[in-house]
């Protein structure tokens, strides 16, 4: 008999509109292997994701920056299409905000984890995470919110340069602009014209204190806070290599249990009543040695599968079993086990490694996705290269005055150009292509 209710489907929302969302394969695959019903709202067009032998249904998604009203409005037509009440997943920053904001709405037809008010959006919201750790003593890089751009200018001073600087709701930044969730700002001039593109970007410019790359300085936590507070299934790792480097999602990281980084993720779940899924970001203070947390993101991250134990349980899949009232499990940790993203991490994904390895798009019970990956990544690469070629040519067919003058009035680089200067390689050393979109803007994912 299976641990799994499946009579009960699984209802994955994502609002974001990236094709190369890993997490979204890996919660379909988990609980598709487990015999439940996966339907997947998303856009999935040019997605491998679509090619899952484990996907019973895609329907389409809200579009990028619709109301609650109108995720609402989606949502109940897919419950009038399946057997419900099902589990309801959000797995990006704007779907968990959402549900958390519609939690009563969507009860009639949803399983939900019972939160205490909007706390999915003070958690992902970067200003108000400051707070909530000030106030749990939870570490947290010093973090300030200019009111105005003299302010701006005059924090980044205060901070000391470089310093990071961040929109505390990232969801909510337009597709187009030009605009990264984060980025890392070398002068004062860089943070007031930040600033000023606050309207464009859709909430607060916060300017946080940089905290230096180093070895094995990444970590990350996932983990489920069950009906009961506990918290469940998950664990802790090390971000091995990033995309972009140093900054970006996890390309690959290890398993890797520190008691500190649990204590710090049940601090805080047990100081807010927090319900449901969590991916915690921490970065380690060179000084210190503590570990900081940099991102709370109130969903799956996107290499959770990472921390699958003995008994094949993962957080996505202790979910559905907890909000179903059935029994967890008693699985053994397996520290040491690996998670490999091919597209991001390709010389590692070829190098020989211990048996207990996951890659994000290959698997042997659904080799599609893996295939499809490939071919739909060599076309997205081949056309981002060829866009800069012709950015470039276009730059050189400028007249030389105009080169004379932009560069005399603007002696830093442009915001749109930071991410190239201050990583112009990628992982396994792919130079020039660590401009190309990650798999989530901010976080482990």
């Not at 201050?422 to 190309?436: A, H, I, V």
Request: net charge positive.
């Amino acid at each position: 008999m299976s641990l799994f209710d499946t009579r009960v489907p699984a209802v994955l929302l994502r609002i974001d509109r990236n094709p190369f969302h890993h997490g979204t394969l890996g919660a379909v695959r988990s609980l598709g292997r487990a015999g439940v019903d996966v339907h997947v709202v998303a856009d999935c067009a040019g997605s491998p994701v679509r090619t899952s032998r484990f996907v019973r249904q895609l329907h389409p998604p809200p579009p990028p920056g619709a109301s609650p009203g109108d995720i609402a409005a989606v949502l109940r037509r897919v419950a009038a299409r399946i057997p419900h009440p099902a589990v309801l997943i959000p797995m990006d920053d704007a779907s968990a905000v959402a549900v958390g904001t519609l939690g009563e709405e969507l009860a009639p037809s949803y399983l939900l984890p019972q939160q205490p008010g909007p706390l999915a959006e003070r958690l992902a919201d970067k200003a108000e995470l400051a707070e909530v750790c000030a106030a749990v003593g939870v570490p947290h890089p010093v973090t300030l919110v200019p009111e105005s751009a003299g302010e701006a200018d005059a924090m980044a001073w205060r901070l000391g340069l470089p310093v990071v600087a961040k929109w505390s709701r990232p969801w909510l930044l337009p597709t187009e602009g030009g605009l990264r969730s984060t980025v890392v700002v070398r002068s004062p001039q860089e943070a007031r014209e930040l600033y000023l593109r606050s309207e464009e970007a859709g909430s607060r410019l916060l300017l946080q204190e940089f905290l230096p790359p180093q070895p094995d300085g990444d970590w990350f936590f996932h983990g489920y806070a069950d009906r009961g507070g506990a918290l469940r299934a998950g664990g802790s790792g090390v971000k091995e290599r990033s995309w972009p480097r140093g900054a970006g999602l996890t390309a690959v990281g290890h398993w890797r249990p520190d008691p500190r980084v649990r204590v710090l993720a049940e601090r805080l779940t047990g100081a807010l009543g927090y319900r449901g899924i969590l991916d915690l970001d921490f970065r380690r203070h060179g000084t210190d040695g503590d570990f900081h947390l940099l991102d709370f993101n109130p969903r799956p991250g996107a290499q959770f599968r990472l921390f699958t134990d003995s008994a094949g349980l993962d957080v996505v899949r202790a979910l559905h079993l907890d909000l179903t009232h059935r029994p967890l499990p008693d699985g053994v940790a397996l520290p040491g086990r690996a998670f490999v993203v091919e597209n991001y991490a390709p010389l590692a994904a070829l190098r020989p490694a211990p048996a207990r390895r996951e890659f994000a798009w290959h698997a042997a019970d659904d080799r599609r996705p893996g295939w499809t990956m490939w071919a739909l990544w060599a076309r997205h690469v081949s056309r981002r290269l060829l866009e800069r070629v012709r950015r470039i040519s276009a730059r050189r067919g400028q007249p030389a005055a105009a080169q004379v003058i932009r560069q005399g009035s603007a002696p830093v680089a442009s915001l749109t150009d930071l991410p190239r200067l201050t990583d112009p390689t990628g992982p396994d050393g792919l130079t020039g292509l660590s401009d190309l979109p990650g798999d989530e803007r901010a976080s482990s994912r």
